[in-house]
């Protein structure tokens, strides 16, 4: 998988593409994710990308031919499942819509910043708009990170576990049970018997109960 992301703050997203999985992912050749500047495509000595709306109010907002430009160039050297918006008016980011994205070929997703990029930007080029949660960001970065590591992290063969993907909260619309390690007693707090009895399929039916337990008691809304 191929992911390119448009932002003008570009060193917001290295740092987090340069550790951990992602990292490991992308050395391993499973995702390469490359980071554009928008800056880059100005179409004007300053290397200004933004200007004040139309209209008036309050807030500058990021004008089209930067976008344009740097989209087209991309889209010369391959072809796009999707093209990404990531804006907190788009689609909720939901499990079920990250495992989907998990399976395409290319994406591209551009961050909005100020107030946002120009509406054509959106009419013209821009496939899906997501949203990472109601809540307003300083801009898409953040939520291109999320959206991003979500997606890397299912790919075949990014995790060690392969099974790990699959057990997380949400992949069956149930949260995770809870999970305990050494030491078996801290300061007279144990780890519950069963998980030390070795009966798999003992401990396998506590997992789900607890699990279902969970569920009920923080997001009942799933259950339904
Ligand atoms: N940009 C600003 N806020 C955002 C959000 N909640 N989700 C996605 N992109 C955003």
Same mark, same amino acid.
């Given at each position: ?10 060193? !917001?997203?290295?740092? *987090? ?11 391993? =050749? *499973? ?5 554009? #500047?928008?800056? #880059? ?9 933004? #200007? %004040?709306?139309?209209?008036? =109010?309050?807030?500058?907002? !990021? ?10 160039? &991309?889209?010369? +050297?391959?072809? %796009? ?14 499990? =079920? ?5 998990? &399976? ?19 009419? &013209? ?9 109601? %809540?307003? !960001? ?8 999320? !959206? ?13 576990? +392969? ?6 909260? *949400? ?14 007693? *801290? ?12 009966? +798999?399929?003992?401990? +396998? ?17 799933? &259950?339904?």
């Amino acid at each position: 998988m191929r992911i390119d992301i448009l932002s003008c703050v570009p060193s !917001l997203l290295d740092s *987090f593409f340069a550790h951990s999985i992602l990292k490991r992912a992308q050395q391993a =050749g *499973f995702a390469e994710v490359v980071v554009h #500047d928008i800056r #880059d495509y100005s179409t004007n000595k300053h290397r200004t990308i933004d #200007d %004040y709306a139309f209209g008036g =109010g309050a807030g500058m907002v !990021l004008q089209i031919e930067p976008i344009a430009g740097c989209i087209r160039k &991309l889209q010369q +050297e391959r072809s %796009y499942d999707e093209i990404i918006y990531l804006t907190p008016d788009g689609e909720l980011m939901q499990q =079920g819509m990250v495992n989907r994205l998990s &399976l395409k070929g290319n994406l591209m997703m551009i961050c909005g910043h100020y107030k946002g990029v120009d509406q054509r930007v959106r009419d &013209l080029f821009v496939t899906m708009e997501i949203s990472i949660g109601d %809540y307003v !960001l300083s801009g898409g970065e953040l939520a291109a990170a999320v !959206l991003s590591d979500a997606i890397i992290r299912l790919l075949p063969g990014v995790l060690n576990d +392969e099974t790990s993907a699959l057990t997380d909260s *949400f992949q069956d619309d149930l949260l995770a049970p809870p999970v305990y390690t050494r030491p078996a007693d *801290f300061e007279g707090h144990k780890v519950p018997e069963i998980l030390m009895s070795g009966h +798999e399929a003992k401990i +396998e039916s506590w997992r789900h109960e607890q699990s279902v337990k969970r569920t009920r008691e923080r997001r009942p809304d799933l &259950l339904q």
